[in-house]
């Protein structure tokens, strides 16, 4: 398999972000990404997906209903090649449209929490009754750092390391992902920015805090295809859209050490089954991890941690049918969230 790094949730000038498609495309690059799909509130924007240096950039969309309160419920779309928001007060006609389509849905920052200093409201996804998406978002980068800054003090000083001001996917996000993949069905872990590009300023100060470039190299989605992008645009988006559909994917944190040669495969007499994968058992079942760098390695199963080490690789035998996922910290930070394998 062959990864592609990549990021899923960005806005250009043509909603709230600073950047151009053009910008976003040279930042990209710039930050070492195969490929990224932007996502601008409430527009569909046609005619700018393409090829830049060797980066595939795709357009997708974020859409919520304008008129609710608060404006909860923004949802990624990815692939509908159309304008879905005239159906946006209703979410689950969003999502059966997208899938009509062959598109895919994600519940975007589905846990948010208030941030007190920019007086934000919590913009969690609200309407629990839908079904049929794709997945969710389980750490939005943006969504996350504007709950860590309750004070000016604590703005000034991630303005200036930003990395401090992250830790990981909420918990809440991961107990969530835990539970809606409790019925044996995939529901698609995703990562990203959420980049804007904003510029803050605070008394004399006036800085741009989180750059593209910065946030492109951050929370992103690597995902595993079975060739290298080829410069067709259909076959190349159909195999990004296959692999973020099937799960074939994991959340990295790329700031902290690259992800890039992670690895979480089930063994079982001589089946093997990875991300997004399902295995029967034969008996026992291996579970093998491996990770490019050191860190604390997770394996958390049905919902728990069932086995953890520090270093490079975690193997763990199991017998229990169920969801298996890993996730990795590093200096205390979240680092890795792989998408699950069902054992049957
Ligand atoms: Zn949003
Ligand atoms: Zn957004």
Not at 48 to 65: R, S, T
Not at 184 to 211: K, S
Not at 230 to 250: E, P
Request: charged share 15%; glycine share 10%.
């Amino acid at each position: 398999m062959i990864e592609l790094v990549g990021n899923a949730h960005m806005h250009t000038v043509y909603s709230d972000g600073t950047a151009t498609h053009l910008q976003i495309a040279e930042a990209a690059v710039r930050a070492g990404l195969d490929w990224v799909i932007v996502t601008d509130h409430n527009i569909w924007v046609k005619g700018v997906a393409g090829y830049y240096d060797n980066l595939l950039l795709l357009v997708g969309e974020e859409i919520h209903d304008c008129h609710r309160v608060p404006q909860a419920n923004h949802l990624l779309v990815f692939g509908a090649d159309c304008e879905l928001v005239p159906l946006a007060p209703n979410p689950q006609a969003v999502i059966d449209a997208a899938n009509e389509r062959g598109a895919l849905t994600f519940l975007a920052h589905p846990v948010e929490y208030a941030s007190r200093l920019a007086r934000e409201e919590a913009l969690s996804w609200a309407d629990w009754q839908v079904t049929g998406y794709t997945g969710i978002e389980v750490w939005n980068y943006m969504s996350e750092f504007k709950t860590r800054i309750p004070t000016v003090l604590h703005a000034l000083w991630y303005a200036y390391t930003p990395i401090a001001g992250i830790r990981g996917p909420f918990p809440a996000a991961l107990e969530l992902w835990d539970q809606l993949s409790a019925g044996g069905q995939l529901v698609v872990g995703i990562g990203g920015a959420d980049a804007h590009g904003n510029v803050y300023t605070l008394g004399p100060l006036r800085r741009t805090i989180f750059p593209y470039e910065y946030l492109l190299g951050a929370v992103n989605t690597h995902i595993l295809v079975e060739e290298p992008l080829a410069g067709d645009m259909a076959a190349d988006q159909a195999a990004i859209f296959d692999a973020l559909r099937y799960g074939r994917a994991w959340v990295a944190c790329d700031v902290l050490g690259s992800t890039c040669g992670f690895w979480f495969q089930a063994r079982s007499g001589l089946e093997v089954a990875t991300l997004g994968g399902e295995i029967g058992r034969a008996g026992a079942v291996t579970l093998e991890v491996t990770t490019p760098l050191p860190g604390r390695i997770q394996i958390v199963g049905n919902g728990r941690v069932i086995a953890h080490t520090a270093g490079r690789a975690c193997k763990h035998l199991v017998t229990e049918a169920g969801a298996y996922r890993v996730q990795v910290y590093r200096g205390g930070k979240g680092w890795i969230f792989s998408n699950p394998i069902f054992v049957r």
